[in-house]
């Protein structure tokens, strides 16, 4: 079982940029793959960013390809997700799951284990 809290949300100004984390409770937290997602009141949670257990593999959407960063420390039990060139259209709750097969998946159903969300607003 992993547990997890997003932290690091706020308001920001376009182009700004800001760093979520994920910390994790757990003591196999290093054999998940842990992803990053978003949702915006009333539409789909759509995937952001993923990392491989070991951190080797990771994957990104299109729209945040460049301008978004996932990393992981694994003796932190935590992954940070940092975000670069902030637009309006990133704002959205952020959330971070976890996916036991420990392999980055880009869509929602392997990831077993969710936080609470955090919330990004980015103002034009």
């Known amino acids: 079982q992993v547990q997890l809290v997003e932290s690091g949300g706020g308001l920001v100004q376009a182009g700004a940029s800001l760093r979520l984390s994920c910390a994790a409770s757990?003591?196999?937290?290093?054999?998940?793959?842990i992803g990053w997602f978003r949702q915006v009141s009333g539409k789909e949670r759509e995937f952001v960013a993923a990392?491989?257990?070991?951190?080797?593999?990771?994957r990104y959407a299109d729209s945040v390809k460049g301008r978004f960063t996932i990393s992981r420390d694994n003796a932190k039990n935590t992954v940070n997700l940092q975000m670069n060139s902030l637009k309006p259209e990133d704002t959205a709750v952020y959330y971070c799951?976890?996916?036991?097969?420990?392999?980055?998946?880009?869509?929602?159903?392997?990831?077993?284990?969710w936080g609470q969300g955090t919330q990004v607003t980015v103002s034009s």
């Open positions: 990392i491989s257990w070991s951190g080797r593999d990771t």
């Open positions: 799951a976890a996916d036991s097969s420990g392999v980055p998946h880009l869509e929602l159903y392997p990831y077993r284990f």
């Open positions: 757990g003591r196999t937290f290093n054999r998940y793959a």
